[in-house]
C-alpha cells in the first residue's frame, strides 16, 4: 500500500511538472488604428503586435487571431486584405467580409518568443469624426486554451475615426491586372480639384518605393473620369504599385497599394563556373540591368560595373574562393548567383 501511495504521489508531481512546462501563454499585447483620423477613401493601417510566452509548443491550427472592423473603415483590398509584418506569415488568412472579420489560423508550431506585428490595410468610408469606431481583436482556441492561458491579454479593442478628405482627388476605384507579362493599372475619380498629376509607385517590398509613370490629372472635375497605366517591365515575384495623387501647390496623397505577382523566366547565366581568370555574363537584355556587382564570401565587394561587362569580369587577381554576383535590374529586382573562383 505504501509503494501504491507514493506511486500516486510521483505521479502526482509527473503531471503537475509537465502542467508548469507546458503552459503556453498566447498574447495580444497591443492593438493600434493609425493614422487618426483615417481620411475618407484613403488607407490607414491596424496593427496588433501577437507573442508566444511561457513554455512549450503550441501546435499548427490551435490558435485563430481574429480581427474584427467597424463599417467606416474595412479591411483593404475588399477581395483580399493587404496583411504584412513580422509575424503575418504564421497565420494563414481568411477574410468574412459580410461580417467585416478576418481570421488567421497559425499555419506554424509557435514556441515562446514567436511572435511580432500584424499590419492590416484598412480605407475609410464613413465619415465619424469626431467619434471612434472600434476595432476588436481576440484569440480563440478551437481545440481548447493552453494550459498556462492568461484569459486576460486574449482581446483588445482600440478605436478608429474616418474624416473628411481634403485631398484633391477623390479616388473611387484603383485596381492592378496581368495582361500577359506586363501590369495594367486603371483607376477612377469621382472628383478633382486643382489636380496636377499622377505618379505611379513601385516596390517590392512596401518599404522602398520608385516612381515608373506619371499620368496628367484632369486639374478640375466633378463627374467620373478614368485614367491607366501600363508597367511592361514588371519584376519577378511579388510587385506592389500604389499613386502618388499630387496637387499644383504640391499637397499629396496615397492611393491604397495593389499586388501583382509574375513568373518571369530570367535570361541570366554566368560561366565558366569554377572560374580561373574571366567570367562571362550572359544577359537576355542589358539594357534592363541597371549595375553588376561581385562580393567575396565575407560580405566585401570585389567589383561593381555601372554599365553592361560584356567582355566579362576579369577575376585572375582575386583569391581561391567563393563569390556571389549581384545583377540589380532596372525595375529594381536583385538576382544572386555564387560563382566559385579557383
Known sequence: MKKVF???????????????????????????????????????????????????AIPAGNIILQVSTPNS???????????????????????????????????????????????IQVRGFVITAPSFDNTIANLLFPFGAPNGNSIGNDNLVAGGRVAANPAPVKLVTFTANKEAQTAVLNWSTAEEVNSERFEVEHSLNGKQWRTIGTVAAKGNSQSTLWYSFVDADPANGENLYRLRMVDKDRTHAYSPVRSLSFDIKVGTYLYPNPVAEKLLIN????????????????????????????????????????????????NGAVEAYKVVKN
Open 73 to 119: 473603415y474595412l479591411p483593404d483590398p475588399a477581395d483580399g486584405p493587404l496583411i504584412t509584418g513580422t509575424a503575418a506569415g504564421l497565420f494563414t488568412w481568411v477574410y468574412d467580409a459580410p461580417n467585416r472579420t478576418l481570421n488567421g489560423t497559425n499555419n506554424v508550431i509557435l514556441n515562446p518568443g514567436d511572435g511580432g506585428l500584424v499590419d
Open 6 to 56: 507514493l506511486s500516486l504521489i510521483s505521479l502526482a508531481l509527473l503531471v503537475s511538472t509537465y502542467s508548469s512546462v507546458m503552459a503556453q501563454d498566447p498574447s495580444i499585447n497591443a492593438l493600434q488604428v493609425a493614422p487618426d483620423p483615417i481620411l475618407q477613401y484613403e488607407t490607414g493601417t491596424i496593427t496588433v503586435n501577437f507573442s508566444v510566452g511561457g513554455s512549450g
Open 283 to 330: 544577359i537576355d537584355d542589358w539594357n534592363k540591368v541597371e549595375r553588376v556587382q561581385v562580393y567575396s564570401n565575407s560580405g566585401k565587394a570585389v567589383y561593381e560595373a555601372q554599365s553592361a561587362p560584356v567582355d566579362g569580369i576579369d577575376v585572375k587577381n582575386l583569391p581561391a574562393g567563393l563569390y556571389v554576383v549581384r545583377v540589380t535590374r532596372t
